[in-house]
């Protein structure tokens, strides 16, 4: 078990660490066009984000009666998003601070992500994320993924810490509804402003209702040190 004066933390990948969105936007347009399927928009992506890869492509494949097996569309997309992921992802630079004191005072660290474990790995490493974040879930290892705990649980096991003695970073409401599930408490950071009073975020611990415009390290930084992480 950790013996660092804060407990743990879980973060989420996408739009959460890093401004992936867009990436994951444009690889599924790309793939839906390439079925036959016009007009996908971002208004339409927003409804998945915090929602495992494979989920999305559950309810698209029914949705647009797409003929490809689900494997053949995860693989797909998944090829789609690494050329643009490898191309530019953002780290939000408050993030980043924030990862760089956790790793300063030495406090345990992992990511929780409903991305590949290809995606996860090449984004961690291109950001230089990984120097400090070296324990990663990924959807694709679990039964279930968001808002389903068990990648949450898993990243629990992984880091040697006990559920309630972790702390989730999250961007969408699935994460966070994830995050109680697995009896952790939630620092929320909405992605998409309207979700901002959505039920799972009100009920976290931690919320930045502005998103990563009000996020800073620093305040959350002090959340955990006061003892309200705990």
Same mark, same amino acid.
């Given at each position: 078990?950790? #013996?660092?004066?804060?407990? !743990? ?13 867009p990436n994951y936007y444009e690889a599924g347009r790309r793939l839906l066009a390439a079925h036959g399927v016009d007009? %996908?928009?971002?208004?339409?992506? #927003? ?12 309810v698209l494949r029914a949705r647009y009666a797409i003929d490809a097996s689900l494997e053949e569309l995860l693989a ?11 191309? /530019? ?25 409903? /991305?590949?474990? @290809? ?5 961690? !490493? *291109?950001? *230089? ?8 879930? /990924?959807?694709?290892?679990? @039964? ?31 994460? &966070? &509804?994830? &995050?109680?599930?697995? *009896?952790?408490?939630?620092? @929320? ?11 799972? %975020?009100?009920? /976290? ?7 990563? &415009?009000?996020? #800073?390290?620093?305040? !959350? ?10």
């Open positions: 078990m950790s #013996t660092s004066p804060a407990p !743990a933390v879980v973060f989420d990948l996408d739009g959460t660490l890093v401004d992936s969105e007009g %996908f928009d971002w208004e339409e992506h #927003t409804a998945f984000i915090g929602i495992g890869t494979r989920e999305t492509l559950e797909a997309k998944n090829r789609l998003y690494l050329e643009l992921a490898r191309q /530019s992802t953002e780290v939000f630079p408050e993030m980043r601070r924030f990862t760089g004191l956790l790793a300063a005072a030495g406090v345990p660290m992992a990511v929780a992500s409903g /991305s590949s474990r @290809a995606a996860i790995d090449a984004i961690l !490493a *291109g950001t *230089g994320l990984d120097a400090h974040i070296r324990v990663t879930v /990924s959807a694709e290892e679990v @039964a279930r993924g968001k808002p389903e705990p068990d990648v949450f649980l898993e990243a629990a096991r992984r880091l040697g810490a006990a559920p309630a003695d972790c702390v989730v970073v999250e961007d969408a409401p699935p994460g &966070a &509804a994830a &995050a109680r599930a697995a *009896g952790m408490r939630c620092i @929320a950071v909405p992605y998409v402003a309207q979700t901002a009073d959505d039920p799972a %975020f009100l009920a /976290s611990e931690l919320r930045f209702p502005g998103g990563q &415009a009000e996020f #800073t390290a620093q305040a !959350a930084w002090d959340w955990l040190m006061g003892g309200a992480g705990r």
